[in-house]
């Protein structure tokens, strides 16, 4: 693993403490989106976070619409800040660096996401187009979270791998079983646990990004004490 290289003698004190604030952002976005789907799931009468996706809380016609898309959108920026923030710890490891791009990538594909409509609406016919590119979207973003994982792990040491390792695996699992019940959402059918295993899957990829930052930071301030 080639170090991270932080130039701290060439950055005025504003530079560092904006760096410091964009690998932050990485634990604040994951805060942020347990926050989003907690508060959205208690505005949204009749919801269940057992047996609906997230993606319902902000489906078209869904109450909590206008507060999801507002709170994504500040969550889309701070991945797309940490991203830039990984990116400016990445020069010497080639790791590190494709993960800043990938958190960037996934951060501006959020700012497009296509809505679902409402499962009866879908089930009655009501489907369109923006339905479509919401599986497409997902497609999508699911190898983005994995690609990150993968690099990432090769960048941080044995026991970030062998916790990202466990993250993977628990996010596959969790992946396939959110598959299986996934087709009864166009016919309105019941998927009793769909919500569990989406967010265990979403949920561990949050834990990840959380640690993926804390572990940066604390490699970034070894080298500069060491240097």
Known sequence: ???????SDKHSASEAS?????????????????IMNVVAAMLYTGYNSITQTVSELSAIGAPT????????????LLIVGFGYGVLQSS???????IVGILLITSGIVGFFWPPMHQRQVI?????????????????????LMIAQIVFGM???????MQFSIISLAIMVTAGILTAIESPNISSN????LIGIWERINIGIYMLWVATFAMTLQRAEKKLI???
């Open 65 to 76: 619409r206008t507060l999801w898309v507002s709170l994504g959108f500040v969550y889309s």
């Open 91 to 97: 020069l010497e490891n080639r790791n590190v660096r």
């Open 225 to 227: 004490s060491e240097n």
């Open 18 to 34: 904006l760096h410091r604030f964009l690998i932050l952002c990485g634990v604040l976005s994951s805060l942020l989106y347990v």
């Open 189 to 192: 059918s019941p998927t009793p």
């Open 1 to 7: 693993m080639k170090p991270i290289t932080i130039q």
């Open 154 to 160: 090769r960048a941080m040491g044995n026991r970030f």
């Open 123 to 143: 089930a009655d016919g009501g489907a369109t187009l923006t339905d479509t590119l919401h599986i497409v979207f997902t497609f999508v973003a699911v190898p």
